[in-house]
């Protein structure tokens, strides 16, 4: 661990991670719940760091069934998934409180939406620099460079910053 820079918080057996745990990936991902043998096992949450949550239970560090739920508590359901798509254009935020006037666009699901700076995009989970290539979260932390297929997709979908 000391070589990926996570961390776990819990107990062993025979020298293997196992038991009622906390696991601290270096992205501040958290694992909250069962392990055994080393791997996810049992019941267990991944916390991410930007608010959202899975929840879900594990065998042998697969997933068997789970549930993902959005920092603002919209749950993904994988069998009736109408959010945002042809069907209900509304952002999760307009169906809990309400359309706003007409003349007044809401850009994201975030009203007010994050300012973007000058020259980037907003991807999602961070601000893309097009020119560097380089992913920083929101709070300018590096996450990833970019391959072509994904700048190509920021540059054509995604919000910028003027």
Known sequence: MEYTGSQYIGEFVDGRMEGKAEYIL???TK???EMKDGMFHGQGTLYFPSGSRFDALWEKGLV???RYTFSDGLQYDT???HYCDSYDR??????CHGLKPAGISQLTNMDPPRKIPPGCYD?????YNPTTRIVKDYRG???RNADD???EWIVRTCRKGW
């Open 141 to 143: 932390r590096f996450l």
């Open 31 to 33: 694992y909250v719940g």
């Open 79 to 81: 069998e009736n998934w």
């Open 26 to 28: 270096p992205t501040e």
């Open 90 to 95: 509304r952002f999760y935020t307009e169906i």
């Open 64 to 66: 068997v069934k789970g």
């Open 149 to 151: 297929d994904e700048h």
């Open 123 to 127: 991807c999602g989970d961070g601000f």
